[in-house]
């Protein structure tokens, strides 16, 4: 923190939603960010786990100041299912690196986020 870092909870995709609570709920919080992972750690070739969604929107609705990321499997299909569910962070990297056209890409991610940022639907 003393350098400007900004430490994060990155729990497994796998471990109950509530096991990132402590470390966000501790005065001053451990982490200023938590690390949602769409697949698993280390095993590619994984399909998106649709149950992060749930787990971003619990924790956006504890902690509405709180910079929740998604990384792994976003792409066109789930980067605006992941910033209706409160994901203000977003990581695409195989979705733009791995098409022919990275700025097309990027431009359509943008557009999927900013769609489904507008409504905030977490606060449902």
């Known amino acids: 923190k003393s350098l400007r870092m900004r430490p994060a909870n990155a729990p497994k995709p ?3 939603t509530a096991s990132a609570y402590p470390p966000l709920d501790a005065s001053p919080p451990a982490g200023g960010m938590v690390l949602c992972l769409g697949v698993q750690p ?6 998106f ?6 787990q ?6 504890r902690r509405p100041d709180l910079d ?5 499997g976003v792409n066109s299909e789930t980067v605006g299912k992941a910033a209706a569910a409160g994901a203000n962070v ?3 990297g ?12 990027i431009a359509e991610l943008r557009t999927a986020v900013v ?7 977490w606060r449902d």
Do not use: M, W, Y
């Open 14 to 16: 796998r471990n109950p």
């Open 42 to 47: 280390r095993l590619g070739g994984q399909e």
């Open 49 to 54: 786990n649709p149950g992060v969604f749930a």
């Open 56 to 61: 971003v929107r619990a924790r956006r609705r």
């Open 68 to 72: 929740i990321q998604v990384d792994g």
């Open 90 to 92: 977003l990581v695409a």
């Open 94 to 105: 195989s979705a733009v690196f791995g098409s022919p056209d990275p700025s097309q890409v």
């Open 115 to 121: 769609a489904a940022k507008a409504e905030k639907p």
